[in-house]
T-cell receptor
Framework: GAGVSQSPRYKVAKRGQDVALRCDPISGHVSLFWYQQALGQGPEFLTYFQNEAQLDKSGLPSDRFFAERPEGSVSTLKIQRTQQEDSAVYLC??????????????FGPGTRLTVL | QKEVEQNSGPLSVPEGAIASLNCTYS??????FFWYRQYSGKSPELIMSIYSYGDKEDGRFTAQLNKASQYVSLLIRDSQPSDSATYLC??????????FGPGTRLSVLP
């Protein structure tokens, strides 16, 4: 596809349910990022992959959050035992380069998660 | 303390005027800076990136970087109502994460 795609676009979960959010990056992009964006705030970094390697997961808020990118393309962000404070938009971004200061990111449309 | 600061606004300017958006960052090692536009309910869209001290122009947009003052700005000339959105500033340092500011809401009044 031409851009980053994410699915589902909207997800409503009951507190305690597990959810899985999918990201399809731009073909050939090495780097993949997950962000959490609360209403009225900027995106907050969650985790970063370079190909299939998860190089940084320092932004994951708790051990209920888990991300993977097993074949270096599609990535899944999983949230176990969801809590109301997990309600946010989850954004995925990809970039062509693996590092370096000219690392421009392109964002997907996001998944809006609402935990009841 | 937030590493990237922006005035949350809203910043209101009349149509045709110059809109000036500002951003400060705390990490002196930050190497590159990005401006994103985000319409309500949509994802961020890259407008410009800047790495070197000085100005960078692209159409109606000019980004300015002053590393000594740890300050980045975005000027929008001939502002249009369609420019009304939240503008996000982000800083990047090699080996670190991208850090986004909270965004400035811009409203261009017809």
């Amino acid at each position: 596809g031409a851009g980053v795609s994410q699915s589902p676009r909207y997800k409503v979960a009951k507190r305690g349910q597990d959810v899985a959010l999918r990201c399809d990056p731009i073909s050939g992009h090495v780097s993949l990022f997950w962000y959490q964006q609360a209403l009225g705030q900027g995106p907050e970094f969650l985790t970063y992959f370079q190909n299939e390697a998860q190089l940084d997961k320092s932004g994951l808020p708790s051990d209920r959050f888990f991300a993977e990118r097993p074949e270096g393309s599609v990535s899944t962000l999983k949230i176990q035992r969801t809590q109301q404070e997990d309600s946010a938009v989850y954004l995925c971004a990809s970039s062509f380069l693996s590092g370096g200061f000219s690392n421009e990111q392109f964002f997907g449309p996001g998944t809006r998660l609402t935990v009841l | 303390q937030k590493e990237v600061e922006q005035n949350s606004g809203p910043l209101s300017v009349p149509e045709g005027a110059i809109a000036s958006l500002n951003c400060t960052y705390s990490d002196r090692g930050s190497q590159s800076f990005f401006w994103y536009r985000q319409y309500s309910g949509k994802s961020p869209e890259l407008i410009m990136s800047i790495y070197s001290y000085g100005d960078k122009e692209d159409g109606r947009f000019t980004a300015q970087l002053n590393k000594a003052s740890q300050y980045v700005s975005l000027l929008i000339r001939d502002s249009q109502p369609s420019d009304s959105a939240t503008y996000l500033c982000a800083a990047y340092r090699d080996g670190q994460n991208f850090v986004f500011g909270p965004g400035t809401r811009l409203s261009v009044l017809p």
